[in-house]
């Protein structure tokens, strides 16, 4: 398979339009959206609400079905690919279960998709290490913060073997603090589990940080105006945010926002 | 006790002692009139003294001429209000000082009528929880079932019972049965109304998640569905169940039946013994409220064990 995967991109799209019809008539909400993530990327989608970040990342995991255009997820269609468990995804709120222990909540995916009972332990007690919760496996969510909620949902997504995560505003509700040093764990995870990232965020500076593909979108209707692929190094530290090199970058994806705004 | 709780204490205390200040104050009036009557025939002076004179006038002007009998309201045999003291006391005698098998006692009475409580609530319930589940699952039964669930509350429970019985008298069902289903008829529309808010409960995001994982709907059900009804599922257990037991009660009422709340309430009716009425209905709220309480445990214990109470 990973022969395979080098060959092939991992997520394909070809102008992939997807238009919903509502009572106030029909919202364009993706327009030839074409984009190719390979596998070991961390992508990040930014851009204004309504530009249609959320709406793709939510057709590659199968969950909108585009209405024209081709997309594909591991060489399947994106159903196919959900139907083989190819992706964990990530909500913007952690919604872990309130009666199940953070154990417990990690091993849901793993009870439906029918893991033994000695390999769900074994595969707690890993991910929890992955997101620095060792110890916590007993709690009950409302015992946590809020930050270690979407640490909780984080692991739970990554319980299963899926190599491609998709993460839909993770770090939105959380604070500053709080999101920059998620924003490192996260850095340090995907350097250990090399799965391919796609990462929804409004963000520039958490785009930046994180991403070797930064793709910018704009509104009315969704679509791409931009796509960065960063020259950063794979070793980030939180002070690359005061080199040259991330402000250039930030800047690029600035004026391509701008952009997206000033042709509405 | 906390100081809270104190206070909590004292407040209800408080109001428990103005209800029944103002019950006894109540009682004269509404009795006066039957007490002057008793007092006129025992020779005492009452004015006016012609009954007819007497009947002509208002209360109120009778307790003011004849403040002598005033309290004698509080201990007539068959009042039209019985004073709280005389009502405790008639409780006090059916219950603690008659035998359980006495055909006179309270608890013998109360047990009839609460077995077949329980047992409409546990029909009602199931009921409930079953058309629930189809509501959820089935757009056909949302539409079809949910309007005669409605509907079937809104039919007098009182005028719907005798037929209940009289029909399954003459397939040859009776005793406690006709009782229950009436019970049952009472008890499962919360439940219905209850669970299906509770299992449509998950918002959104929940069962996007679980179609990520590719679950099958019955793996939604046990694992999502059903634990996220639990707190809406208590709620409507707590008011079934107090409608399970006006079910019961007004089962009682057509059949002439010889044991139960309801017939100690109805004999108590045909006799005029009022203190006999008030004393089941208080035995028929306290029962109401044992239950609901016992299910209020229960729903605490339960939401506990599974994390959802802090």
């Given at each position: 398979?990973?022969?395979?995967?080098?060959?092939?991109?991992?997520?394909?799209?070809?102008?992939?339009?997807?238009?919903?019809?509502?009572?106030?008539?029909?919202?364009?909400?993706?327009?030839?959206?074409?984009?190719?993530?390979?596998?070991?990327?961390?992508?990040?989608?930014?851009?204004?609400?309504?530009?249609?970040?959320?709406?793709?990342?939510?057709?590659?995991?199968?969950?909108?079905?585009?209405?024209?255009?081709?997309?594909?997820?591991?060489?399947?269609?994106?159903?196919?690919?959900?139907?083989?468990?190819?992706?964990?995804?990530?909500?913007?709120?952690a919604?872990l279960?309130p009666?199940r222990t953070i154990s417990k909540n990690i091993k849901?995916?793993?009870?439906?998709?029918?893991?033994?009972?000695?390999?769900?332990e074994?595969?707690v007690k890993k991910v929890l290490e992955l997101v620095d919760l060792e110890g916590f496996g007993g709690k009950f969510p409302w015992q946590l913060s809020g930050g270690m909620q979407q640490r909780a949902s984080i692991a739970r997504?990554?319980a299963?073997?899926?190599?491609?995560?998709?993460?839909?505003?993770?770090?939105?509700?959380?604070?500053?603090?709080?999101?920059?040093?998620l924003?490192?764990q996260?850095?340090?995870?995907?350097?250990?589990?090399?799965?391919?990232?796609?990462?929804?965020?409004?963000?520039?500076?958490?785009?930046?940080?994180?991403?070797?593909?930064?793709?910018?979108?704009?509104?009315?209707?969704?679509?791409?105006?931009?796509?960065?692929?960063?020259?950063?190094?794979?070793?980030?530290?939180?002070?690359?945010?005061?080199?040259?090199?991330?402000?250039?970058?930030?800047?690029?994806?600035?004026?391509?926002?701008?952009?997206?705004?000033?042709?509405? | 006790?906390?100081?809270?709780?104190?206070?909590?204490?004292?407040?209800?205390?408080?109001?428990?002692?103005?209800?029944?200040?103002?019950?006894?104050?109540?009682?004269?009036?509404?009795?006066?009139?039957?007490?002057?009557?008793?007092?006129?025939?025992?020779?005492?002076?009452?004015?006016?003294?012609?009954?007819?004179?007497?009947?002509?006038?208002?209360?109120?002007?009778?307790?003011?001429?004849?403040?002598?009998?005033?309290?004698?309201?509080?201990?007539?045999?068959?009042?039209?209000?019985?004073?709280?003291?005389?009502?405790?006391?008639?409780?006090?005698?059916?219950?603690?000082?008659?035998?359980?098998?006495?055909?006179?006692?309270?608890?013998?009475?109360?047990?009839?009528?609460?077995?077949?409580?329980?047992?409409?609530?546990?029909?009602?319930?199931?009921?409930?929880?079953?058309?629930?589940?189809?509501?959820?699952?089935?757009?056909?039964?949302?539409?079809?079932?949910?309007?005669?669930?409605?509907?079937?509350?809104?039919?007098?429970?009182?005028?719907?019972?005798?037929?209940?019985?009289?029909?399954?008298?003459?397939?040859?069902?009776?005793?406690?049965?006709?009782?229950?289903?009436?019970?049952?008829?009472?008890?499962?529309?919360?439940?219905?109304?209850?669970?299906?808010?509770?299992?449509?409960?998950?918002?959104?995001?929940?069962?996007?998640?679980?179609?990520?994982?590719?679950?099958?709907?019955?793996?939604?059900?046990?694992?999502?569905?059903?634990?996220?009804?639990?707190?809406?599922?208590?709620?409507?257990?707590?008011?079934?169940?107090?409608?399970?037991?006006?079910?019961?009660?007004?089962?009682?009422?057509?059949?002439?039946?010889?044991?139960?709340?309801?017939?100690?309430?109805?004999?108590?009716?045909?006799?005029?013994?009022?203190?006999?009425?008030?004393?089941?209905?208080?035995?028929?709220?306290?029962?109401?409220?044992?239950?609901?309480?016992?299910?209020?445990?229960?729903?605490?214990?339960?939401?506990?064990?599974?994390g959802?109470?802090?």
């Open positions: 398979m990973n022969t395979e995967s080098t060959a092939q991109p991992v997520i394909e799209a070809k102008q992939l339009d997807l238009t919903f019809q509502t009572n106030d008539g029909p919202v364009h909400a993706l327009k030839d959206v074409n984009l190719t993530i390979d596998k070991g990327d961390f992508v990040s989608f930014i851009g204004p609400s309504g530009c249609g970040k959320t709406t793709f990342l939510r057709c590659i995991a199968a969950l909108e079905t585009p209405t024209a255009g081709t997309l594909t997820v591991n060489g399947m269609t994106p159903d196919e690919a959900r139907r083989n468990r190819a992706y964990g995804y990530v909500f913007q709120a919604g279960y009666w849901l995916p793993l009870e439906i998709m029918g893991y033994s009972a000695s390999e769900q074994e595969r997504a990554l299963f073997d899926a190599d491609i995560l998709l993460m839909d505003e993770p770090f939105g509700a959380l604070d500053e603090i709080v999101r920059d040093h924003n490192e996260l850095l340090a995870l995907w350097a250990r589990t090399e799965k391919t990232i796609g990462f929804v965020t409004h963000s520039i500076p958490e785009a930046v940080y994180l991403s070797t593909k930064i793709v910018v979108m704009s509104p009315r209707p969704g679509r791409i105006t931009d796509v960065i692929d960063s020259p950063l190094p794979k070793e980030r530290p939180l002070d690359i945010r005061d080199t040259p090199e991330f402000i250039e970058v930030a800047h690029r994806v600035r004026e391509g926002l701008r952009a997206g705004h000033s042709d509405e | 006790m906390n100081r809270s709780g104190f206070k909590a204490f004292w407040a209800v205390l408080a109001v428990l002692a103005v209800i029944v200040a103002f019950w006894y104050v109540a009682c004269v009036p509404m009795n006066i009139k039957g007490v002057l009557t008793e007092q006129e025939r025992a020779g005492a002076e009452v004015q006016p003294p012609s009954a007819k004179d007497r009947r002509d006038m208002s209360e109120l002007g009778l307790v003011l001429n004849n403040s002598f009998a005033i309290p004698a309201t509080w201990e007539q045999d068959r009042p039209r209000l019985p004073a709280p003291h005389q009502v405790a006391i008639e409780m006090w005698e059916t219950t603690v000082l008659k035998k359980i098998t006495s055909k006179r006692s309270l608890i013998y009475h109360g047990w009839v009528t609460l077995s077949a409580t329980v047992l409409g609530f546990a029909i009602g319930t199931g009921l409930g929880i079953l058309l629930a589940v189809g509501i959820v699952h089935s757009r056909v039964m949302d539409m079809s079932v949910m309007p005669w669930a409605i509907v079937s509350q809104t039919i007098p429970i009182i005028a719907l019972a005798p037929m209940i019985i009289v029909v399954l008298y003459s397939v040859g069902i009776q005793g406690i049965i006709p009782k229950a289903v009436i019970s049952a008829y009472l008890s499962f529309f919360p439940v219905v109304v209850g669970m299906v808010k509770g299992l449509r409960s998950p918002d959104a995001m929940q069962l996007d998640l679980l179609r990520t994982y590719n679950a099958s709907r019955s793996q939604g059900f046990w694992k999502l569905r059903l634990p996220a009804s639990m707190p809406y599922l208590f709620t409507s257990l707590k008011i079934g169940i107090a409608a399970s037991l006006v079910g019961a009660i007004v089962g009682e009422l057509p059949t002439g039946a010889v044991a139960g709340l309801g017939a100690r309430l109805l004999a108590g009716s045909y006799y005029g013994q009022t203190v006999q009425i008030w004393s089941a209905l208080f035995a028929a709220a306290i029962l109401a409220a044992c239950l609901v309480g016992l299910l209020g445990l229960i729903e605490r214990t339960v939401l506990k064990r599974m959802m109470a802090q």
